[in-house]
């Protein structure tokens, strides 16, 4: 069971906002940034955004990153087919002196 | 262009090991942290280890602390990373990916493609 928790499943239609939290603690979240990986179907992860906020150059500017506290959000406005993939944070903890990825949400673009 | 490359992977009985390695290019990975991060059939990402550079400085997962070392490699000629798995388990079945942890270890930047590790009797 993963100490980030992400809702399993998320879904929007072509052109819509969607949002995807991120839940931890005072050992993770709260004292380090967030980062968000995207895994589209049969590939590897692909860093979208890191530092809770900032994108890595080439990742459009419809996916953004906030923290605040022991939990963090990703959203991705103006939502497309290609949008369609799994996510995934992950933070460091101090308590276990390891990386925690949340168990991923499914997005569907219906 | 950075790159990483698995290999390594493999059909293995429980008990048995199997050490992985990644082959890096397009920077030097002894100025870097890197990870290994492992996905199990049809489930979410796991983390499983990391080092720092000069491999001072290795962390791990509580489940795989005794049975699996990180290492990069001694030889300068080779720009490598390993796993070494031993006492495998077959929970420890899964697609490994190696990566490299930019921003001073504070992200994993970039990604091999992974190798199958698949545990069995």
């Known amino acids: 069971q993963s100490v980030l928790t992400q809702p399993p ?21 709260e004292k380090h940034n967030i980062n968000w990986y995207q895994q589209l179907p ?69 | 262009e950075v ?20 082959e890096a290019s397009g920077f030097n990975l002894r100025d870097d942290w890197m990870s290994w991060v492992r996905q199990a059939p049809g489930k979410g990402l796991e983390w499983v280890a990391c080092i720092n550079g000069d491999g001072s400085k290795k962390h791990y997962l509580d489940s795989v602390k005794g049975r699996f070392t990180v290492s990069v490699s001694r030889d300068n000629t080779k720009n490598s990373l390993y796993l070494q798995m031993n006492g495998l388990r077959v929970e420890d079945t899964a697609v490994y990916f190696c990566a490299r942890d930019g921003g001073g270890g504070w ?11 698949a545990v069995s009797s």
């Open chain 1, 42 to 110: 049969g590939t590897a992860p692909k860093l979208l955004i890191y530092g809770s906020s900032q994108r890595p150059s080439g990742v459009p500017d419809r996916f953004s990153g906030s923290k605040s506290g022991t939990s963090g959000s990703l959203a991705i406005s103006g939502l497309q087919s290609e949008d369609e993939a799994d996510y995934y944070c992950a933070a460091w903890d101090d308590s276990l002196d390891a990386w925690l990825f949340g168990g991923g949400t499914k997005l569907t673009v219906l």
């Open chain 2, 3 to 22: 790159q990483l490359l698995e290999s390594g992977g493999g059909l293995v009985q429980p008990g048995e090991s199997l050490r992985l390695t990644c």
């Open chain 1, 9 to 29: 499943s998320a879904s929007g239609t072509p052109g819509q906002r969607v949002t995807i939290s991120c839940s931890g603690g005072t050992s993770n979240i």
């Open chain 2, 107 to 117: 992200y994993s930047d970039y990604w091999g493609q992974g190798t199958l590790v």
